[in-house]
C-alpha cells in the first residue's frame, strides 16, 4: 500500500524559505516518478516541479529559479526547498508519485495516482 506523508508546511513572509518533504512508503523507490503540486482556493491543481526514474527533473515556470527538488533515495523521502518565496506561492502542497510517467506528462496531477494528505503554505506580503 502506497503511503506519501508531507510535512514542512508554515507561514512565512515574502522573501523566505521552507523545505517541504515527503515520506514515502510502500513502493518500489527506484522505478516510480515522485512530484509535487500545489492547489490554491478556487484553482486547478498545478504541477510545479518533478523527478523522473532516471533522476531527471522538471520544474514550472512559475517556480524555476527559486524551488529545488531533490530526494533521498536511502530513506524514501522526497523533498522541496522553497526559496525566495511570494504571496501568489500559497496554496496546500502535495507529494505523488507514479510508476514512470513519461517526461511530457510529470507535471499533470492526472497522472499520478498515489497523493500525500497536503500540507499548508502560506506566504503573506
Known amino acids: 500500500q502506497v503511503q506519501l506523508v508531507e510535512s514542512g508546511g508554515g507561514s512565512v513572509q515574502a522573501g523566505g524559505s521552507l523545505r517541504l518533504s515527503c515520506a514515502a512508503s510502500?513502493?518500489?523507490?527506484?522505478?516510480?516518478?515522485m512530484a509535487w503540486f500545489r492547489q490554491a482556493p478556487g484553482k486547478e491543481r498545478e504541477g510545479i516541479a518533478a523527478i523522473a526514474n532516471d533522476g531527471s527533473t522538471t520544474y514550472a515556470d512559475s517556480v524555476k529559479g527559486r524551488f529545488t527538488i531533490s530526494q533521498d533515495n536511502g530513506n524514501r523521502i522526497l523533498y522541496l526547498q522553497m526559496n525566495n518565496l511570494k504571496p501568489e506561492d500559497t496554496a496546500s502542497y502535495y507529494c505523488?508519485?507514479?510508476?514512470?510517467?513519461?517526461?511530457?506528462?510529470?507535471?499533470?496531477?492526472?497522472?499520478?495516482?498515489?497523493w500525500g494528505q497536503g500540507t499548508q503554505v502560506t506566504v503573506s506580503s
Open positions: 505523488a508519485a507514479d510508476y514512470r510517467v513519461a517526461p511530457q506528462w510529470l507535471l499533470d496531477p492526472q497522472f499520478f495516482q498515489s
Open positions: 510502500g513502493i518500489p523507490w527506484s522505478t516510480y516518478c
